[in-house]
């Protein structure tokens, strides 16, 4: 049986006979992308450039090139194969790509990924165990707006291994919204044939709005930010006094406040470099009632759309 860290031909690739057959199907490589991922994903470039694509499973990254060439803005890969991982980071940094491509588990590092508008796991749910798959599927409807789904057909597995079945997947994400499926394809002709589907599920809880239609009472928390890319000390800026006043009613210490200032400074650091861990939470009325650091940081960047959670 080929090794899952190889079923990804990339070009450059030594073509075993499965390879030759493989990569001109519509159900391996890049037909797979073609026929039960890209439908389910947004084809404008000017919208898909503040957008997130997470491939749980990458394998050696073939669609992390997919996602990167369609125009996603941040493209991540997760897989546990430190084969495949070195093969495609290889063949990334050859063709000048900048998706990024992680050695994790990926039921254990959901929580440091950041926010997700397109989740794949393109055959490779059923390698989870079933403790770790539902695990993951508990926080991943926080993680990311859309799980698309690529399944093979009923196979045989052991008990404690997560299904493939459609009719199981369907259960286990009860609580999302199915909005798409790819039922199955003609095999006639095709020269690495099997029966594939493609599911698509929509997070109850994440949305992306435009960043405009947010609205915000802490407007030197979103000043902030500015300030500090212009090289301003933050013990001179205008958030720093305003904070200083508010807090010295609680009682905090300047060395309180002055730890708590570094700390907002490391956190945008790493929005800036990463990607937001968490959504902004608003009300009703779009009103921040938490976040208003968040909301700052990407007014900063200038981006035109934020991750939001409404809250009662």
Not at 82 to 87: K, T, W
Not at 125 to 141: A, E, G, K, M
Not at 246 to 262: A, E, I, M, T, V
Request: aromatic letters at 14%; hydrophobic letters at 35%; proline letters at 4%.
């Amino acid at each position: 049986m080929k090794p899952f860290a190889v079923y990804q031909y990339l070009d450059g690739d030594i073509m075993t006979d499965r390879d030759k057959r493989e990569v001109n199907s519509k159900f391996w490589n890049k037909g797979k992308w073609e026929n039960f991922v890209l439908p389910f994903l947004p084809k404008e470039k000017e919208i898909l450039n503040e957008m997130v694509f997470v491939d749980m499973g990458c394998n050696a990254g073939l669609f992390l090139k997919m996602a990167e060439d369609l125009g996603f803005g941040k493209v991540i890969g997760v897989d546990i194969s430190e084969e495949a991982i070195n093969r495609g980071i290889k063949w990334r940094d050859e063709h000048n790509y900048h998706y990024q491509m992680l050695l994790l588990r990926m039921q254990h590092c959901i929580d440091t990924l950041p926010l997700a508008d397109y989740t794949v796991l393109a055959n490779a749910h059923y390698y989870f165990t079933i403790n770790d798959w539902i695990d993951y599927l508990d926080r991943l409807p926080y993680k990311t707006r859309y799980c698309v789904i690529v399944t093979a057909e009923k196979r045989v597995r052991q008990f404690c291994w997560a299904s493939a079945d459609i009719d199981d997947i369907r259960i286990y994400f009860k609580g999302w919204k199915e909005v798409g499926f790819v039922d199955l394809l003609p095999t006639d002709g095709d020269p690495a044939p099997r029966k594939l589907w493609g599911l698509c599920f929509e997070s109850p809880y994440l949305e992306r709005v435009p960043i405009d239609s947010i609205v915000t009472r802490n407007t030197e928390a979103c000043n902030f930010f500015g300030e500090i890319d212009r090289g301003v000390e933050y013990k001179n800026t205008n958030y720093y006094d305003y904070s200083r006043k508010y807090r010295q009613r609680s009682r905090w210490s300047d060395g309180r406040l002055n730890r708590w200032f570094r700390d907002r400074i490391g956190v945008y650091n790493d929005v800036k470099t990463n990607g937001l861990t968490r959504p902004i939470y608003v009300n009703k009325d779009n009103v921040i009632v938490d976040g208003n650091h968040r909301y700052g940081m990407m007014k900063n960047f200038g981006r035109k759309s934020i991750f939001i959670r409404r809250t009662a």
